[in-house]
């Protein structure tokens, strides 16, 4: 195998050497040299004429690139002449548009300056127009309030609608009903008998006969006599002392003229108990006695100022006593002394006493003197902060609080917290009212009318603070924040069944007294208005008593 491969290196090489050897020969003879002369010279023909060719393609491209060169130049000033016309149209539309713009602009700036003008106009007059609409629901407010909404009185109503009767009807007639025994007027003693005689008919007529029967009927009148007792008493003289003397006389026989017991005690019930003027006392009384007994104001006036005397000890003693009451009704009201403003306190027991007290001012120095300033017991009343710092206990009268709602209800439709309070109050007042005697309320449903109590006042709280209460009316707020505070004093009634719910009690009292101001108007001093309060205190007082023949005990007091 090596040896072939050497063979054939050998054979390749003599053949390449043989050629050189020939080329070599070429080259020493000059064909070669002249045949490659000539193969240059046509191979430099033939790239001159390429040349020659390229060349004249070269010179065609370059005029071809001239002229295109040209062509675009042309086209680029035509295109550059369109892009200034473009762009001079362009500025000019933008310069245009500058202005239209800066017009716009100032048409706008224009514009949201009469709209802000037009906002604040627009806003004004609904703050102005919220602020009327407050306005008139104070003002609704005021005209809508009545007895049934606030503490105003039925009497001073000026269009009173018909109280609602809840009883079903039977559709039978008022009265006495058949198969009812009646309720006759009462007989008396007759003080004369007058027996009538037998018709004539009767007496010539033989078929007639008496029986055993005999209709009785009377007729009961009354007479006022005067009745007038002179005392008599000679005067005996001492001739050597020059001393004179006479008979005593009796008590209470002082002037030359006296009144007895009932003539003051008819007098002073007129005045006081009856709130006639002392005008129109006085006239009575003369009417009665056909002009006989003509009495001056004066002594009409005293008459309140000496039963107020005579009874003070009476007075001092229930004093005492009502200090001792575990529950005690409180109220004032106002009175007007010479034209000026002045106060009545009354205290009150329920089922026991009562104390009416004359003060020119409220607060602690009306409380000064009265039976609340050293009471120690549960005090009901209305919400004067005042109270609350005395007695150990305190309810709120919930006949108020029913008041204000209706109130809060009629004026404020769009809150649901005061209905639903007023529903509840009802059926609480409702449930303590159920109770007996004996019977003590029941843990659980005091607590679930608690829970109801809180949850109600929540419900106010969130209607309050997604819509606020009015400038003008805030009295259903105001509600909400004192009966929030003061929950334990609204719900006091339910632990307790010796507190009541209301303070009617001295609501009723002080109307009394009311009906005394409409007559008098205006007392002329202090002391008028104090005798009448401790008078007042002692007409309740007896009037308190089973079977108490007022006039008698007034009259002994005078006698």
């Known amino acids: 195998m090596g040896m072939g491969n050497s063979f054939e290196t050998i054979t390749v090489l003599q053949y390449r050497l043989k050629e050189a050897q020939e080329e070599l020969a070429a080259f020493q003879s000059g064909e070669k040299y002249i045949r490659m002369e000539k193969q240059h010279l046509t191979q430099v023909r033939a790239l001159e004429r390429r040349i020659a060719k390229l060349e004249a393609a070269v010179a065609k491209e370059h005029s071809h690139a001239i002229t295109i060169r040209n062509q675009w130049f042309e086209i680029f000033e035509q295109l550059q002449k369109e892009c200034d016309r473009m762009v001079a149209e362009a500025v000019k539309k933008a310069d245009m548009m500058e202005k239209r713009a800066i017009r716009a602009e100032r048409q706008r700036d224009t514009a949201l300056e009469k709209v802000t003008f037009q906002r604040r106009e627009l806003y004004k007059v609904k703050t102005e127009l919220d602020d009327e609409k407050q306005k008139v629901q104070k003002l609704t407010a005021q005209i809508n309030r009545n007895y049934e909404n606030s503490s105003i009185p039925s009497s001073k109503s000026i269009a009173r609608k018909k109280i609602s009767n809840s009883r079903e009807k039977t559709g039978r007639k008022p009265g006495g009903q058949p198969g009812h025994r009646g309720h006759c007027r009462k007989k008396l003693t007759p003080t004369r008998e007058i027996y009538l005689p037998a018709p004539e008919e009767v007496l010539h007529d033989p078929d007639f006969k008496k029986t055993s029967k005999t209709i009785t009927k009377q007729k009961i009148d009354i007479s006022v006599e005067v009745h007038v007792t002179g005392y008599h008493a000679d005067v005996h003289y001492n001739s050597k002392t020059g001393e004179r003397i006479h008979a005593p006389f009796p008590q209470g026989v002082i002037d030359d003229v006296n009144y007895g017991g009932n003539l003051r005690a008819f007098l002073f019930l007129l005045n006081n108990g009856c709130c006639t003027s002392i005008d129109k006392s006085r006239r009575f009384l003369s009417d009665l006695t056909d002009g006989k007994i003509n009495i001056s104001k004066g002594m009409i006036n005293n008459l309140c100022q000496s039963f107020a005397e005579k009874t003070e000890s009476q007075r001092k003693e229930l004093f005492r006593d009502m200090l001792l009451s575990p529950v005690m009704h409180t109220d004032c009201t106002n009175a007007r002394v010479n034209g000026e403003s002045s106060y009545v306190f009354v205290c009150a027991v329920p ?190 007082l007896m009037r308190r008593k089973e079977q108490a023949n007022l006039f008698r005990e007034i009259a002994e007091i005078f006698a």
Request: aromatic share 12%; with cysteine.
């Open 351 to 540: 089922d026991g006493g009562v104390l009416y007290f004359a003060r020119g001012k409220k607060g602690h120095d009306g409380i000064k003197g009265t039976v609340v300033e050293d009471y120690q017991g549960t005090l009901v009343h209305d919400h004067d902060v005042t109270f609350y710092k005395y007695g150990t206990g305190h309810q709120e009268c919930l006949a108020h609080v029913l008041r204000y709602l209706k109130d809060s209800m009629d004026n404020e439709k769009d809150r649901s917290w005061n209905r639903q309070m007023h529903s509840l109050i009802q059926e609480m007042i409702h449930y303590r009212n159920g109770l007996s005697e004996s019977e003590e309320p029941d843990p659980q449903t005091v607590s679930e009318f608690e829970e109801r109590y809180k949850t109600i006042l929540s419900i106010a709280g969130d209607e309050y603070d997604y819509e606020p209460h009015g400038k003008y009316y805030r009295d259903g707020y105001n509600l909400y924040k004192r009966m929030k505070k003061y929950k334990k004093d609204h719900l006091l009634f339910l632990h307790n069944k010796n507190v009541p719910a209301t303070n009617n009690e001295a609501e009723r009292l002080l109307r009394k007294y009311k009906r005394k101001q409409a007559q008098a108007v205006s007392f002329r001093s202090p002391s008028s208005i104090d005798h009448l309060c401790k008078c007042m205190s002692m007409l309740v």
